[in-house]
């Protein structure tokens, strides 16, 4: 867990990266310490201010590189999402920067897929869907600001790995749970606060 004093830190990193890669092609030589050296998984999710338009959103799920480094490459992939055109200098002032810091996953078990529905909790995890080569995943915060349930919310992530809907029904897929902590510029270069999912903020 990170407080809000390092949760401003990994925004502003991010920002940061995010501004440096864009106008020179180049990682800002920063020292983080502390937390920031353990490993853990990250996303950088830029949005569109004022309209909050997804602008790129691409991370490090697993815990497999320092939290500094899962920051540095989901900022820099985040603003050449290929969902998108790459986020051109132009945009900088006119985008709000959001960093998911994510919790290990863990596989979710069940006897019959039915289980799914009440061992998911809106607000609370993010979900990851894999199926064969077909992987998905969808942070905690999408399906609150999206108003889903836990059904919508699985056939939402079971689309986002390229399967079926209803791929959560089949034996053969695999679905993993995670929290994640979010922290937010409100608006660009501003004030930067922990997004609570339950619709508060600190």
Known sequence: MLDLKDGKK???FARNVIDEYVKKGKIPSIDLKGIFSENQGAFVTIHTFPNHD?????????PIMSLKNAIIE??????QDPRFPPLEEIELDRIV???????????IRINQPKDYLSKIEIGRDGLIVEQGFFKGLLLPQVPVEQGWNEEQFLSHTCMKAGLMPDAWFEKSTKISRFSGQVFTEVEPRGEIKEKKLNGSDD
């Not at 997804?54 to 697993?62: A, D, K, S, T, V």
């Not at 989901?74 to 603003?79: C, Q």
């Open 10 to 12: 990994a925004v502003n």
């Open 74 to 79: 989901g900022a820099k992939s985040a603003t």
């Open 54 to 62: 997804l602008r790129g959103c691409i991370g490090i799920p697993l």
């Open 97 to 107: 920067i959001e960093v998911t810091i994510l919790s290990k996953p863990e596989i």
